[in-house]
């Protein structure tokens, strides 16, 4: 008989949970016990900055990642990368130490009360086990849930004796992931938008998740119906130099309404019905405007306000869809939409512009590099010099909760090696996790840290000129000096603070064998984000 332990070494092999991402702790190490070889443990310096090293590489490499927390303590460190991971969809399962069965009726130091309960309800799916032979299929329940659409993390709470007590090995298991689309209303759909003279598509981050982009350009050529990206998206929602990508859509009720409204048909797949970040009237959803919605998630579906919602997967969905469509957009009376004017380069002033900047990143990036992103209140300068193109190619947070991108690229460039990820990240936001920079280096990352730093909390300053605010505490950061904060952790930087060296700086960054930073003084005007 083998032992819990080595059925869940097993277990991982099998699943192919072979990157295991953690910050030990006592309650740990009968698992972390003559850890093999042919696994790979990457340590993170807080339990925050481990779940979204784990949420990146997830996310990046299409498979469950396994998360090593700490009792009860770690675990609560963590929460806030967890609810990100959970608006993220990444597979994950987030495991726990415990303390030892015998010691929990006495309280003990290190003991969690409800362990289970503790991450709900952003986790999918939590438990520990009644007895420590249910270990290995708990951790097996937890993978196949975490990977089933929409994907999302689960939770396992181990008891730290539990690890040498007996187990029987698990049978390899293979679970499919994938639901179709009901065929009826997909014809449905499919009448519809042959029937309307002006559809436009609402694109979110499911369909790059699923691996359904090029359908998903497929169809909008087909229609030849402009794309935009939905609110808050993720994930590359359509390529953004495609003449039918349209845009981002704002989190804003009227600049949904605004921008959906002369169409005569609303597509929206693998996105929310909307997302919104400010209060405001939303004219469309009285408009009568037929809407149909496609994506694995019922709970979007249940949410939206208007519409006729398809529960099932894009890949499959997308495929059906256009086999019910005629086969050219000549058949369905359309012309192709006027192109989107593209911004001109903006100019090398001093201080620097945001949008200068990401203009130079733009004309630097090497071929296939990876763009991580929490600048929240740069975004639209981001959004409008730095097109990303590459399905796979772009990853921020669904959650709106700062510290997820530094380490989760870390996971993006250990799941894509060979590939160059570049980390582009606010001074407010790369103070929540910048221990992850220890992490990078000592895995020698090609990870490029671009950090824009204006002095405070931008998007802060934007949303207090909105609400009429005045002399909000907390809102400035002086004195930061990320070059030397970087150095500390054995990640070499720069800094700079006039147009002229930047290129240079940045393709400096670009091309380093290892991870690189650069700290560039931008302009603290405050911005316009809606």
């Not at 709900?120 to 007895?131: D, F, H, Q």
């Not at 919605?293 to 249940?302: H, N, V």
């Not at 609400?467 to 907390?474: F, K």
Request: overall charge neutral; hydrophobic content about 50%.
């Amino acid at each position: 008989m083998a032992t819990v332990r080595q059925a869940t070494m097993a277990l991982l092999r099998d699943c192919g949970m072979t990157t295991v991402f953690g910050n030990p702790g006592s309650t740990e190490l009968g698992f972390l016990d003559r850890w093999p070889n042919d696994i790979r443990y990457v340590l993170g310096l807080q339990e925050a900055s481990v779940v979204a090293m784990a949420d990146g590489y997830a996310r990046a490499s299409g498979r469950v990642a396994l998360c090593n927390l700490h009792s009860a303590a770690g675990v609560g460190h963590a929460l806030g990368n967890v609810f990100t991971a959970h608006r993220n969809q990444a597979p994950l399962v987030i495991t726990a130490g415990q303390q030892a069965r015998s010691l929990l009726p006495l309280n003990p130091f290190l003991g969690a009360s409800e362990a289970a309960s503790f991450p709900k309800p952003y986790v999918k799916w939590s438990c520990e086990p009644a007895r420590a032979a249910d270990v290995p299929a708990a951790l097996a329940h937890a993978a196949h849930i975490a990977l089933q659409r929409p994907c999302g993390p689960c939770f396992v709470s181990i008891p730290s004796d539990d690890w040498g007590a007996e187990a029987a090995p698990l049978p390899p298991r293979r679970v499919s992931r994938d639901m179709a689309p009901d065929p009826a209303a997909l014809a449905d759909c499919a009448a519809a938008l042959a029937a309307a003279r002006n559809p436009v598509l609402v694109i979110g981050p499911e369909v790059d998740a699923e691996g359904a982009g090029e359908a998903a350009v497929a169809l909008a050529e087909r229609l030849r119906a402009p794309a935009w990206a939905s609110p808050f998206s993720s994930r590359l929602s359509f390529p953004e130099t495609h003449p039918l990508f349209a845009g981002h859509l704002a989190a804003a009720p009227p600049a949904v309404s605004a921008a959906l409204a002369p169409h005569d048909l609303v597509l929206v797949l693998g996105a929310p019905v909307f997302t919104f970040h400010v209060a405001g009237d939303c004219p469309l959803f009285r408009a009568g405007i037929p809407l149909f919605q496609i994506t694995p998630d019922g709970e979007a579906l249940a949410a939206a306000a208007i519409g006729t919602g398809l529960q099932g997967s894009l890949r499959l969905g997308l495929d059906a869809l256009l086999a019910l469509l005629p086969q050219t957009a000549c058949e369905m009376g359309r012309a192709a939409p006027p192109a989107r004017a593209r911004p001109a380069a903006p100019p090398a002033a001093s201080p620097i512009g945001a949008e200068y900047l990401f203009h130079r990143l733009a004309t630097l990036l090497p071929a296939g590099a990876i763009i991580v992103e929490e600048a929240p209140s740069h975004r639209p300068a981001m959004q409008a010099h730095l097109p990303i193109r590459d399905w796979g190619g772009f990853f921020t947070m669904a959650s709106g909760g700062l510290g997820y991108a530094l380490p989760a690229a870390v996971g993006v460039a250990l799941a894509r090696p060979g590939r160059r990820v570049v980390a582009v990240i606010g001074d407010g936001s790369m103070m929540y996790s910048i221990q992850a920079l220890w992490t990078a280096a000592q895995h020698a990352l090609p990870l490029t840290v671009v950090v824009l730093n204006n002095g405070g909390y931008g998007a802060m300053r934007s949303f207090g000129r909105v609400l009429g605010t005045e002399g909000v505490p907390g809102i400035e950061l002086p004195g930061l000096d990320f070059v030397a904060l970087a150095r500390g952790m054995g990640c070499p930087g720069l800094r700079v603070t006039e147009p002229a060296p930047l290129a240079e700086a940045l393709a400096a960054a670009l091309r380093a064998e290892g991870p690189m930073l650069v700290e560039v003084a931008v302009d603290a005007a405050i911005p316009t984000l809606y």
